[in-house]
T-cell receptor
Framework: DVKVTQSSRYLVKRTGEKVFLECVQDMDHENMFWYRQDPGLGLRLIYFSYDVKMKEKGDIPEGYSVSREKKERFSLILESASTNQTSMYLC???????????FGPGTRLTVT | QKEVEQDPGPLSVPEGAIVSLNCTYSNSAFQYFMWYRQYSRKGPELLMYTYSSGNKEDGRFTAQVDKSSKYISLFIRDSQPSDSATYLCARGYSGGGADGLTFGKGTHLIIQP
């Protein structure tokens, strides 16, 4: 059974803290993605990676960075968390030529 | 204009009814269209995808693309309470999914027993 796991289901952080969100997939997928999901705005792509050490900006990369040191792991980093980054964060992975993305359960991040 | 527009609902229908969910898109260059289903507190999962225009059927679900009107539809026959979820349409560029997907905002569907 394919699986994408995210390090935390719920996270509460303070403004200005550095935040790491971890995502691991066990399907040997090349592509990995980070989205955020907000009421009224839907799912928006933050960053994606199509190979180890490769990264590409999505639609809303400001305030975020990513790291992919191993094929199975893709990390999202909030360098200095702000309240407008309170959101549900979803990680996904896929094969290179497939539109079928497998999503993790999400991390609900609250920044106070 | 957002690339993919979708009415957020909620859409409430009685069990057994035929459900029609719709999206419009702005760029005629889009060729791949997908429907994802998301249950509460879960990540989205792919239901169906279609290429270009026409219909695709899978059990009780039919996906339809009308390129002339830039309209994407998902029909659910014999709807069940277990179909209650948020349905997200998405588009991709040709050449594979490496560049990520652009999603509509999602339609919240409620099937009343």
């Amino acid at each position: 059974d394919v699986k994408v796991t995210q390090s935390s289901r719920y996270l509460v952080k303070r403004t200005g803290e550095k935040v790491f969100l971890e995502c691991v997939q066990d399907m040997d997928h090349e592509n990995m993605f980070w989205y955020r999901q907000d009421p009224g705005l839907g799912l928006r792509l933050i960053y994606f990676s199509y190979d180890v050490k490769m990264k590409e900006k999505g639609d809303i990369p400001e305030g975020y960075s990513v790291s992919r040191e191993k094929k199975e792991r893709f990390s999202l980093i909030l360098e200095s968390a702000s309240t407008n980054q309170t959101s549900m964060y979803l990680c996904a992975s896929s094969l290179p030529t497939s539109y079928e993305q497998y999503f993790g359960p999400g991390t609900r991040l609250t920044v106070t | 204009q957002k690339e993919v527009e979708q009415d957020p609902g909620p859409l409430s229908v009685p069990e057994g009814a035929i459900v029609s969910l719709n999206c419009t898109y702005s760029n005629s260059a889009f060729q791949y269209f997908m429907w994802y289903r998301q249950y509460s507190r879960k990540g989205p999962e792919l239901l169906m995808y279609t290429y270009s225009s026409g219909n695709k059927e899978d059990g009780r679900f039919t996906a339809q693309v009308d390129k002339s009107s830039k309209y994407i539809s998902l029909f659910i026959r014999d709807s069940q309470p277990s179909d209650s979820a948020t349905y997200l349409c998405a588009r991709g560029y040709s050449g594979g999914g490496a560049d990520g997907l652009t999603f509509g905002k999602g339609t919240h569907l409620i099937i009343q027993p």
